[in-house]
């Protein structure tokens, strides 16, 4: 039982570049969120799908788009990257159904772009 | 908006002193409160989660109150160890989280 996973766990890009990141969870979870970390902004979310076929927005959408492959799957994407979206990304799951919403924490991808 | 807030910023305390976090929020409709733990460069672990009608929770030597009616959470590590040096977040859980900026414990041993 893995948990959450992401990858990469590092990634450096340079500006105007694309890429996926990934995140794949083991646990059943009808819910699945992207967060971004940043000294002295804290823990940001960014997208969220409440079950399979459904993604909303959350705090800070722009720049990124997001794919709910199926009920394991959650990707985030960078269509054109910028210096702002240097972070730490997080991936993290949770059962829907009735709560409590306990969220589990993927390890972080860690992102530079230049 | 849920605004929350975690005070002090950092703390450094000697082994076998317990340790007090404080996270405050500032809309009492919570429906649930969840604590973790990160270490440097490592994701987040989840400690507790207090449910909106608890009033608190317990895990080995930690323990997490609820006050709604102050809109605090506070958590109680006892006995603290050089193990438990890290950086503590609360969030307010509607189903999405709301983060404090967390506060960084360093236990000396």
């Known amino acids: 039982n893995a948990g959450v996973t992401q990858t990469p766990k590092f990634q450096v890009l340079k500006t105007g570049q694309s890429m996926t990141l990934q995140c794949a969870q083991d646990?059943?979870?009808?819910?699945m969120y992207w967060y971004r970390q940043d000294p002295g902004m804290g823990l940001r979310l960014i997208y969220y799908?409440?079950?399979?076929?459904?993604?909303d927005k959350g705090e800070v959408p722009n720049g990124y788009n997001v794919s709910r492959l199926n009920k394991r799957e959650f990707s985030l994407r960078l269509e054109s990257a910028a210096p702002s979206q240097t972070s730490v990304y997080f991936c993290?799951?949770?059962?829907?159904?009735?709560?409590?919403?306990?969220?589990?924490f993927g390890p972080g991808t860690r992102l530079t772009v230049t | 908006k849920q605004e929350v807030t975690q005070i002090p910023a950092a703390l450094s305390v000697p082994e076998g002193e317990n340790l007090v976090l404080n996270c405050s929020f500032t809309?009492?409709?919570?429906?649930?409160l969840q604590w973790f733990r990160q270490d440097p460069g490592k994701g987040l672990t989840s400690l507790l989660l207090?449910?909106?009608?608890?009033r608190e929770q317990t895990s080995g030597r930690l323990n997490a109150s609820l006050d709604k009616s102050s809109g605090r959470s506070t958590l109680y590590i006892a006995a603290s160890q050089p193990g438990d040096s890290a950086t503590y977040l609360c969030?307010?859980?509607?189903?999405?989280?709301?983060f404090g900026a967390g506060t960084t414990v360093t236990v000396r041993a």
């Open positions: 646990m059943n979870h009808n819910s």
């Open positions: 993290a799951s949770s059962e829907a159904n009735g709560g409590p919403y306990e969220q589990y």
């Open positions: 207090i449910q909106s009608s608890q």
């Open positions: 799908s409440a079950s399979e076929g459904t993604t």
């Open positions: 969030a307010f859980n509607d189903y999405k989280l709301s």
């Open positions: 809309d009492s409709a919570i429906y649930n």
